[in-house]
Structures are given as structure tokens and as C-alpha cells.
């Protein structure tokens, strides 16, 4: 027996409540010890010095932040975060500010008829948390952005988590991580988002494989394993695949909704660890569909392609 169909007005619930975010932090509170055992084991040592240096010589600008409420993610929780990742993938950062003007902020979604994102503005602007949280009649109370790198890559708004969505302190600590390691993905990938500026970037030596050659097998990866890989990059599903779970003819590894997925990854592999809707709690083990995981990536010590593919990553020199 199949569900019946939802009516065009339960559909475009549906997809407006992609961008729901309670369900990323439930799944946090619900695996809160496993998730924080992860993130200290990754945040754990003085990480790597040059990736240290790197993070310390930052900007971190206040100036105009709201003075009156901490931001949900410290500067020093950000250091220590860029300091922990591998100096080969530093040196292709942009990032050069952390400006914490919005971390007070909530963006708030702009949909398209259909209830999807609207996939030029994506956000209608951003609103203090508190008034986010006051006026559900303006504002559904769950339904949000989150997180914002600046189109050259040079620059990270931290926005904030607002109490509708989770009054955790420790679920909100841990997720504002994960946006923090997602968005310097961002600072990395941004800028090079075509053919030309991705093969000019060697990703082994010995071999010559460049990024784009890693972009085109990361495409090649959700093909074959077609599970997205969290709760929010399967906010893009609909841009990715068609209903037999192809995926759609016009998609390149340099568009938004396999960005969003690779960053998404990234994230998943230094924590092992992710919020998604499909219940697993370890990112290497989990094979998304993978047809033949024992076959092709046990020298990986990996389930998924994708999980051999940022282990790649994360071990360039
Ligand atoms: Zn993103």
C-alpha cells in the first residue's frame, strides 16, 4: 500500500519545513553525549601550528555586535576550531574576518511559490532574535537560516539559534560549531567555482588530481549513493534529483546544492557526527546507499564514497 499523495497545500508545507531547523538540534540533544565526546575529541591537542597561527591572525570584529547578549559561538571556540584543520586545506582558505554583526540575528527564508527556497535570494532578511521569537505570526518559529559566508569567501556572519528552535545551551554550543566548520568550508570552495580555478588546484602531488577532478567524483558520489548527506543539505534534494532519485541532467559539482552537501560532508568527517534524518551516528560507517562499500573503499576504512572523498581531502599535504 502506497501514502496517498499530499495536496498541493500540504506539499508546499512540506517543503517550507525543509528549512526547519528544530529537527537538526533534536537530533543533537538526543545523541548530546556521543556529539560532544566527537567534538572533543576533534578539538582536542593545540591542533596544528601553522592552521593556529592562521586562525589567531584573524579579525575578529564586535564592533558592531549586540553588546548585550554573548554570541552563541566564541572567538575562542573558533580558533581553536580553524586550529584543528589540516594546514593544506588553511592555506586555500579566503577567510579573513569573522564580523559577529548578525549573532544576535535570525535569517529568515524567502520561498518560492512551490514552499522551496527561492533560489536567487534564498533569505528575506535578517530579524533580531528576540523579535523572531515574538511574533510567530510573522515569523514561523522554526523555520530559518542559518550561518552566512560573504560571496568573495572573506568574511563569516555567525547568525543565531533562537530559543524556539532549542533552549539546550550545550545542543546550541555544539551546532553553532558545526555551522562555524560548514561555513569555512564556504571560504575555501566559494571562490572557485568553476572548471578553470578548481583544476589549478593540486590535490596530490604524486598524481596531479586536482580539486575539480574531486569535485567531479564528489558529483559522482551522490549519483551512485543518492542519499543526501544531513538534515539541511536535504533542504536541496528537490534541486539534486528527479523522482527516480537521478540525478537531474543541468546539475554540475559547481552548483549551490552539492556545495551545500560537500560542506555538509566535511563537517560530518571531522566530527563523525551530523545531524540527518536518517538516524546514523557515525558519518565513516554510515554507507548512504552505497552499492559495493566493502568492495571498493575498505582500504579507506570508510562506508560511502563521499566519507573517502573529504578522507582524501582532509589528508592532502
Ligand atoms: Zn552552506
Given amino acids: 500500500m502506497s501514502e496517498p499523495l499530499p495536496s498541493r497545500a500540504e506539499q508546499i508545507e512540506r517543503n517550507k519545513d525543509k528549512t526547519n531547523l528544530r529537527p537538526g538540534l533534536a537530533f543533537v540533544e538526543q545523541h548530546l553525549s556521543q556529539y560532544q565526546a566527537n567534538v572533543d575529541r576533534f578539538l582536542s591537542g593545540e591542533g596544528f601550528p601553522e592552521s593556529r597561527a592562521f586562525a589567531e591572525g584573524r579579525a575578529f570584529d564586535l564592533s558592531n ?23 593544506a586545506l588553511i ?55 542559518i550561518g552566512v559566508t560573504a560571496q568573495d569567501g572573506q568574511t563569516i556572519f555567525p547568525t543565531a539559534i533562537p ?40 590535490i596530490n602531488r604524486a598524481t596531479g588530481r586536482t580539486f575539480a577532478d574531486w569535485a567531479r567524483d564528489y558529483l559522482r558520489s551522490l549519483e551512485e549513493e543518492k542519499i543526501l548527506t544531513s538534515e539541511y543539505s536535504a533542504v536541496y534534494a528537490d534541486r539534486l534529483f528527479d523522482g527516480q532519485g537521478n540525478i537531474l541532467p543541468d546539475v554540475t559539482p559547481y552548483d549551490v546544492p552539492v556545495r551545500e552537501d560537500m560542506a555538509e560532508a566535511w563537517v560530518a568527517s571531522h566530527f563523525d557526527i551530523i545531524s540527518n534524518p536518517h538516524g546514523y551516528t557515525s558519518f565513516s560507517n554510515y554507507a548512504f546507499g552505497n552499492p559495493h562499500p ?9 562506508a560511502s564514497k563521499r566519507a573517502a572523498l573529504m578522507k582524501e581531502l582532509r589528508t592532502m599535504q
Fill in 65 to 87: 555586535a549586540d553588546q548585550n547578549t554573548p554570541p552563541q559561538i566564541s572567538i575562542a571556540d573558533t580558533q581553536n576550531l580553524i586550529a584543528h584543520i589540516p594546514p
Fill in 91 to 145: 592555506r586555500l582558505s579566503e577567510l579573513k574576518t569573522v564580523d559577529f554583526r548578525y549573532h544576535n540575528m535570525v535569517g529568515v527564508p524567502n520561498f518560492a511559490e512551490d514552499g522551496n527556497l527561492d533560489r536567487e535570494t534564498l533569505c528575506r532578511g535578517v530579524v533580531t532574535a528576540d523579535e523572531f521569537v515574538r511574533k510567530p505570526q510573522d515569523y514561523h518559529p522554526q523555520r530559518l537560516l
Fill in 163 to 202: 530559543s524556539t528552535v532549542s533552549t539546550n545551551p550545550q545542543a546550541i554550543r555544539l551546532y553553532q560549531l558545526h555551522v562555524m566548520l560548514h561555513e569555512f568550508f564556504h571560504t575555501i570552495e566559494l571562490t572557485r567555482r568553476d572548471d578553470e580555478k578548481s583544476a589549478a588546484i593540486v
Fill in 294 to 302: 566493502e568492495h571498493q573503499l575498505r582500504k579507506h576504512g570508510v
